[in-house]
């Protein structure tokens, strides 16, 4: 019998809001415990919450990106659990009235387009952290009240492989919206996954697990794969699933039990009095759209119709929007239609640069026109050889000299004259005669082996076309 | 003539005049307080803080340092706001709240000694404090109301010129009525709850409890106003109230609605009533029988709404950060025996309650169902306020009962606020003024409804009375 997988996911993201949901407080990362908390974040007796206009704004610009419809009117609820870290042992979220709802995102596996629905995007507010001592705990508030984004999918997604691209093209776009840093060490990105097994055509859905506690998108991935693994075998073997909420345990790399169905809680939602109903007019949605910038996937296909660039070329640099948009500035002041020398030279030589740094390749110290220059030179004046310009491109980084001056002052400029590379064929081909033999026994291998002699000669400087073609005039 | 008998408006006259300083009056309150204390309990903490003795330079201001005795759920900076329960023993806020800012700004002086009332404002009697009963101080056998008795016995037994209290279904006009004084309860937001602490969210509102008319305007001026602070405040700056007094009434439209004077109403009352509605004929109000069908629902709705907002609001109370903290082996016997010794009776009943009511499986069947309920009861309202400028009713069914009387029977002690808590549930103002007396000397309530934001009609209507009753 073959088995399915039936994934759902629920991803809580850090809005990017200088201040919290409801009231003032800094929202900045890395503060000393209790530096950023008042008494509304704190829950102290009689304090109200305001909403942040920006935290509501940022929810209707995801739910938007997201195709959702953003509902005219919406409501904040009050969800009840006693916890140290939720100052009022309840969190303003929203239960039936979210932000927006029905919406979809379009993910690709192995070319195979999927549509994963989404059911509501909803805000809330986060809880402080514990810090667990020896003999004591202690809570850090500066957390609370930080805005939430609550992103919930309908069940559509069937493989670990599936949820990571989901994570990945979410984490893409909302980076794109600029609304979240979308960082899981952070915590400012967290994923919890809901999942069951059934036979494959089954129409009813098998008994769920809700996993809390990944770190990563391959956590997450990781997660889903042991979870379905334990539940297939567990059928098999003639178990029952029971409903339950399952931990990740990173060390051991296995989902542990944390509570069933019957321990789960009674979170006694119910309106938030102390806030009133938002409603968003179609001026204000069209607004907040306006702002909403080219997202990923329409920037990927306009980069394939525009600038020529491959299919993966442009998935790479679409997947990060300063990339995207650096690269497009180097694009459009490039003469030529062709653009993917310049893509190859991003993706390439200054991608290594750039992650050998740690940096992104916008923060990489070379301007356009400098680099786009030594594009040049080795692409089409053929000036230096493709390794030798890597090499320019590194220096060129460390010393932000140009291109020109660096071919100039360290004698660079590649050998293409036939004249004077004769001396070195001689010397390689007499040194050689083995890979002679075998070029001229068929083996195309050798000529190539004999080519980076020559280049080695040469200190790298030889054109390797031209050394190349005279090889093979010389051995044919 | 002792001056903390007199109102603001005429201590106002003789701090203009500079006849007297506004230390002259706390000393005169002190006094007052030493004498009465013991025998009326008005205030909690009397030993714990001094009244100060050089008075600051209030001449610019509007109140000139007249002083304010504030209800113990009210939140005043570096003092004790403990809502007299033991849960929240040696809270000192560090903030104030905004009607206590706006007073501050105003020039008055905040009272260090805080009201007595009901923990949380969880009672009518004022017997469910954890400092012990408020007495009313027309007779100290019987209680002053609640929940903000202490505010009302305050006032009454002049040891406070004025006060603030808070309305949840009645507490500041039921003890008003108890007691002979104002007290009025403003439309949901117009005064900010901002450093209120939360009884029941969507009905709270705190409001005047004063000797007349005239300072109850007053005050209320000085307290209401849209604050950023709450979001559920509402309108511009707020008013002078003040300046609706002079109006006569002629022509005023008077509803008296006649599920109001049914069995259960005492002829003392009921007699008191009708004769103040004669009055308010006399001076030119046409007064005839209006119907609000849906009264009789209004005591179960509340006691939903009421207690499920309550259950949530005190979800906060549980030893982590602030108030009382029992020792226990973890977490969960730490909340569980905090909050065991924290919270009295009726405010264990009451979270209860309220938890029940919220719960998955019966939510619908008692939250939703009370809040479409109170749709119907503020729809009655919105459909005689077409045609009636005001509602009269009496305050209460009867005037003040014995402590203990009611102690033993929730029920009967919740049906006690069977006139007030209407107005609470659809957000309409309301204000309750002496309208006569008792054979045995307590004093009745007359009560005055008006429109949402019919704060000046109410306080006009108010006024007239006051102005020309017998």
Known sequence: ?476 | MDLNTLTAQDLLKKLDSKEISAQDILRSLEKSIKAQDTKFKAYVRTQDFHLPQQSIDYSKTTLKGIPVAIKDNICTEGFNTECCSKILEGFHPPYDATVVRKLKDAGAFIFPYKTNMDEFAFGSSTENSCFGPTRNPHNPECVPGGSSGGSAAAVASHQAIWALGSDTGGSIRQPAAFCGVVGLKPTYGLVSRYGLIAFASSLDQIGPITKDVSDCALLLSIIAGRDELDSTSVGSKGCDYSAYLEKDIKGMRIGIPREYFVEGIGPEVKKAVLDAIKVLEKLGAKCREVSLPHTEYAVPVYYIIATAEASSNLARFDGVQYGLREKAKDIIAMYKKTRDLGFGQEAKRRILLGTFALSHGYYDAYYLKATRVRNLIYQDFINVFKDCDCIVTPTTPTPAFKIGEKTGDPLKMYLSDIFTISVNLAGIPAISIPCGRTEKGLPIGLQILSRHFGEGDLLRLAYAYEQNKP
């Open chain 1, 1 to 476: 019998m073959e088995y399915e997988a039936v994934i759902g996911l629920e991803v809580h993201l850090h809005l990017k809001t200088r201040s919290k949901a409801f009231c003032g407080c800094s929202t900045e990362f890395g503060q000393p415990p209790n530096s950023q908390v008042c008494p509304v974040c704190l829950g102290f007796p009689g304090s109200l919450p305001v909403l942040n206009e920006v935290a509501f704004k940022y929810a209707v610009k995801a739910g938007v990106a997201l195709n959702c419809t953003v509902q005219k009117e919406t409501k904040f609820d009050r969800k009840h659990y006693y916890y140290p870290d939720l100052p009022k042992n309840y969190q303003i979220s929203q239960y039936d009235q979210p932000v927006s709802i029905d919406g979809f995102l379009d993910v690709c596996l192995d070319k195979i387009p999927k549509r994963i629905r989404i059911k509501r995007v909803h805000l809330e507010e986060d809880a402080g952290k514990l810090i667990h001592q020896e003999d004591r705990s202690l809570v850090d508030f500066n957390r609370a009240g930080i805005p939430l984004l609550e992103i919930v999918t309908e069940p559509d997604i069937s493989s670990p492989e599936e949820a990571y691209e989901y994570l990945s093209s979410l984490k893409n776009i909302i980076e794109y919206l600029d609304v979240s840093d979308c960082d899981m060490e952070k915590g400012s990105l967290r994923c919890d996954a809901n999942v069951s097994v059934r036979f494959k055509g089954d129409k009813e859905l098998g008994v769920k697990a809700e996993l809390k506690n990944m770190n990563s998108f391959k956590g997450v991935k990781d997660a889903l794969a042991y979870e379905i693994e334990r539940q297939i075998e567990l059928v098999e073997s003639g178990g029952k699933i029971v409903q339950e909420t399952r931990l990740w345990d990173i060390k051991e790399l296995k989902t542990v039990p944390m509570r069933t169905k019957e321990e789960a809680r009674d979170y006694r939602y119910f309106p938030e009095p102390d806030l009133p109903l938002f409603t968003i007019s179609k001026e204000e949605i069209a607004e907040i759209e306006k702002d909403i910038p080219e997202l990923p996937k329409e920037k990927s296909l306009r980069f394939i119709k525009e600038y020529g660039l491959s299919e993966y070329d442009a998935r790479i640099i679409v997947a990060n929007k300063s990339n995207a948009d650096y690269a497009e500035e180097r694009f459009k002041a490039w003469p030529d239609k062709n653009k993917k020398p310049v893509a190859n030279w991003l993706i390439g030589p200054l991608a290594a640069i750039a992650s050998s740094s740690n940096i992104e390749i916008s923060k990489v110290k070379i301007s356009a026109q400098d680099l786009l220059e030594l594009i040049d030179l080795v692409e089409n004046k053929q000036l230096v050889s493709n390794l030798t310009g890597k090499a320019v491109l590194e220096e060129m980084a460390a010393t932000g000299a140009q291109a020109s001056s660096i071919i100039r002052e360290k004698n660079l400029v590649q050998i293409s004259d036939a004249g004077a590379l004769e001396k070195e064929i001689d010397i390689v081909i007499e040194e050689n005669t083995r890979s002679v033999d075998d070029f001229k026994a068929g083996k195309n291998n050798a000529l190539m082996f004999l080519v980076g002699q020559v280049m080695k000669k040469t200190k790298g400087k030889a054109n390797p076309k031209v050394v190349q073609e005279l090889l093979r005039r010389r051995l044919g």
